[in-house]
């Protein structure tokens, strides 16, 4: 019976000292997304306004001057309905303008250029 007893208190201080050494995981990384092509040839904006204001939209046209195109993205937990509004859980980027109404990256896929790439790192599990 002792020798039972002393292979379980050996065992408990094993487990012991094993739960003191473990570390916590850390999880890092990055989400990527690569951009091909924009195309908004009338330069109007998702409610029909224009970009600029040089025109109202109902004709088609918005005059010579093209839209800033920047992207933002923001990563969120899984949503059925989508909110635009909110905060960005998982990160969030926003881009500098990188082009007018209608525009390619070029070198995108096959040259592995950075060009249209926006990258979001992070620093937790991912879900």
């Not at 937990?77 to 980027?93: I, S």
Request: proline content about 4%; glycine content about 14%.
């Amino acid at each position: 019976m002792w020798n039972n007893l002393g292979k379980a208190h050996r065992f408990l201080i094993l487990c012991l000292l094993l739960s003191v050494c473990a570390k916590v995981c850390q999880s890092m990384g990055y989400f990527e997304l690569q951009l091909i092509s924009v195309e908004n040839p009338r330069g109007q904006l998702l409610s029909g306004d224009c970009c600029d204001s040089e025109g109202d939209g109902t004709d088609g046209t918005c005059g010579p001057d093209e839209c800033d195109t920047y992207f933002r993205v923001c990563l969120k937990e899984y949503q059925q309905e989508v909110k635009t509004g909110g905060p960005c859980t998982y990160g969030l980027e926003i881009t500098k303008v990188i082009g007018g109404n209608t525009f390619q990256f070029r070198g995108g896929q096959k040259g592995g250029h950075d060009t249209g790439k926006i990258v979001i790192p992070f620093q937790f599990s991912w879900p």
